[in-house]
């Protein structure tokens, strides 16, 4: 059973556009959300986590949006350069463990 | 720093058969993961050590799996014996803390295995 689902499987967006990805999960428990970057041949890297208790996260051109009422939370890449080309995945926990993790979105940015 | 180590990157082993992969974890991280990840999905979880005992193998198919962690320190997973469905990518984590005291779990490149 997956616990966090994850959208759009795939999209691909011009150089300087808004990348859009969306989770939605199910357990309230859930007090944990971060973001992975997975490029083609290598592990997962953090790159943005957020807590139920803020609404929204920046870090550089990256930003996690949540919405606790709707269960939901999206990642928003700002500016979308072809080195962001890469598998997006959401992920939630509770206290930190047991990582539950989206199905994953690639994202192509087109030169 | 040095990253998480997996070896080997590639395997390509016959149904029935055994395989082992072998990770080192960043020094000094307590916790250890072995993940699955089947192509098109997200990682799942199959293990977690903190130091040299186990946390979590709930999803650990112990009919056929196991893995072990000596010395708290590198950790092997084993198959055996192999089926059609276990073709995946194993990936390895570390973190520094234990389960409930906040972590950034830090990702090996993973061994990708083929069952044919």
């Known amino acids: 059973q997956q616990q966090v689902k994850q959208s759009p499987q795939s999209l691909i967006v011009q150089k300087g556009g808004i990348s859009i990805i969306n989770c939605a999960y199910e357990?309230?428990?859930?007090?944990?959300f971060p973001w992975y970057q997975q490029f083609p041949g290598k592990g997962p890297a953090l790159l943005i986590a957020i807590r139920p208790d803020v609404s929204e996260k920046k870090e550089g051109r990256f930003t996690i949006s949540f919405n606790k009422s709707a269960k939901q939370f999206s990642l928003h890449i700002m500016d979308s350069q072809p080195g962001d080309s890469a598998t997006y995945f959401c992920?939630?926990?509770?206290?930190?463990?047991?990582?539950?993790f989206g199905a994953g979105t690639t994202v192509t940015v087109r030169a | 720093e040095a990253g998480v180590a997996q070896s080997p990157r590639y395997k390509i082993i016959e149904k029935r058969q055994s395989v082992a992969f072998w990770c080192n974890p960043i020094s000094g991280h307590a916790t250890l993961y072995w993940y699955q990840q089947i192509l098109g999905q997200g990682p799942k979880l199959l293990i977690q050590?903190?130091?040299?005992?186990?946390?979590?193998d709930s999803q650990l198919p112990k009919d056929r799996f196991s893995a072990e962690r000596l010395k708290g320190v590198d950790s092997t997973l084993k198959i055996q014996p192999a089926k059609l469905e276990d073709s995946a990518v194993y990936l390895c984590?570390?973190?520094?803390?234990?389960?409930?005291?906040?972590?950034?779990?830090?990702f090996g490149p993973g061994t990708r295995l083929t069952v044919t």
């Open positions: 992920a939630a926990s509770i206290n930190d463990y047991k990582l539950s």
């Open positions: 050590f903190q130091n040299n005992g186990v946390v979590d």
């Open positions: 357990n309230t428990a859930f007090d944990y």
């Open positions: 984590a570390s973190s520094l803390r234990g389960a409930g005291q906040g972590y950034e779990q830090y």
